[in-house]
């Protein structure tokens, strides 16, 4: 009997049902033994508190198309756990204590930045881990692409697609604040796709002036509504400049509600034309994956289940190449993937005419 556990960290994504779904159909397919799986409930809690379900591949049959994840996500302290004081570490014991009681092979963890610095974590203390890339914000070191981003993409390019016939009616400028954390991704995939007039990414802090500069060029030219494709972690040239603290007490002072308020807040005095900014949220991480997302999922579930029946634990899943991969973990949390000032797709970005503010 291959005993296999499972679980999904963090913010919840598209696809995470079919990563899931696809290592168990290549499990069931490719093993000798017999497989019992255990689904852990709500990512890294369901371990530490021994909370999990045993479960059946036909639990996994049919949803491949499905949003969220069927064992619930949550964002477990990932900081104590990392740099744990005692409670992290009790957190720590708890759940090797967990994967022993139920004898598991192999722990398969889908999981974010924080949840693979979490995975690294177990398997340094000897557990058998095998880790999937998942987040809308694909920034996950160590591969091209993450599962959810291409799903999240293509609903931020309908957010946009839809404020370009409203923006252009009122003759607005329509900022759309674009989900992402700390990293411009989607924003710049969407903002390219969505035809965007300006794009802002937080690797790229902006110079409210060159914006300016850029929407009066437009206007002069004839266009008389705007849209903007905003991260929600952008950060003006000026406040790039403060330490955390400083920057923390400006934005307490100024009442700041979110990074699209902020710019809108910056450009309105300079417009006769209305400024409103649009925040579609979560939407973005929502409903079901692409068809993209669902192939991915498909082919990644196929090399995680490769290693399991192989023994290579440790080991992270990854696009790399365009190939169908995997890394040490070590390699894969080394640090963030952010995008690079002169990253391919901001030349090209730029070379396309859109503003990206510096
Ligand atoms: O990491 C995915 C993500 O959606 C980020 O883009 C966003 O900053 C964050 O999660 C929001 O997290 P929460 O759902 O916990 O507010």
Not at 6 to 17: A, I, P, R, V, W
Not at 284 to 303: E, I
Request: aromatic share 6%.
């Amino acid at each position: 009997m291959l005993k296999v556990g499972f679980l999904t960290s963090g913010g919840d994504c598209q696809g995470l049902n079919g990563a899931m779904r696809g290592t168990v159909k290549a499990l069931v397919t490719n093993s000798k033994e017999k497989i019992q799986i255990y689904g852990f409930n709500y990512g890294y809690l369901g371990m530490i508190n021994e909370d999990y379900r045993k479960m059946k591949p036909e639990d996994f049959e049919d949803i491949l198309n499905i949003g969220g994840s069927i064992l619930g996500n949550s964002r477990c302290p990932f900081k104590q756990i990392e740099k744990p004081d005692e409670q992290g570490r009790d957190k720590v014991k708890c759940m090797i204590e967990t994967y022993k009681k139920l004898e598991l092979d192999c722990l398969v963890v889908l999981g974010g930045n924080g949840s693979h610095k979490t995975a690294n974590l177990l398997s340094s203390k000897g557990l058998n881990v095998v880790t999937l890339p998942k987040t809308i914000d694909n920034d996950i070191y160590g591969t091209e692409v993450s599962f959810g981003f291409w799903s999240a993409i293509d609903i931020a390019t309908r957010s946009l697609d839809e404020l370009q016939t409203t923006a252009k009616s009122h003759k607005r400028i329509m900022i759309d604040e674009i989900m992402g954390h700390k990293t411009g991704w989607l924003t710049l995939h969407a903002g390219i796709a969505g035809n965007a007039d300006v794009i802002l990414i937080p690797e790229i802090p902006y110079d409210i002036k060159e914006v300016r500069k850029a929407i009066d060029k437009k206007m002069k030219a004839g266009k008389d509504y705007i849209v903007i494709a905003a991260a929600e972690g952008i950060i003006s040239k000026e406040d790039a400049k403060l330490s955390k603290k400083e920057l923390k007490a400006k934005r307490a002072e100024d009442g700041f509600i979110s990074a699209g308020y902020r710019l809108a807040a910056e450009l309105a005095p300079h417009y006769t034309n209305e400024v409103r900014v649009v925040v579609p949220g979560h939407v973005q991480r929502g409903g079901n994956p692409d068809a993209f997302d669902r192939v991915l999922t498909s082919r990644l579930g196929t090399k995680a289940a490769d290693l399991i029946l192989n023994k290579k634990f440790g080991m992270a899943v990854a696009v790399v190449n365009n190939k169908i991969t995997a890394i040490p973990l070590p390699q894969a949390v080394e640090k963030t993937k952010f995008v690079e000032p002169d990253d391919e797709f901001v030349i090209e970005a730029k070379k396309l005419g859109i503003c990206l503010g510096d």
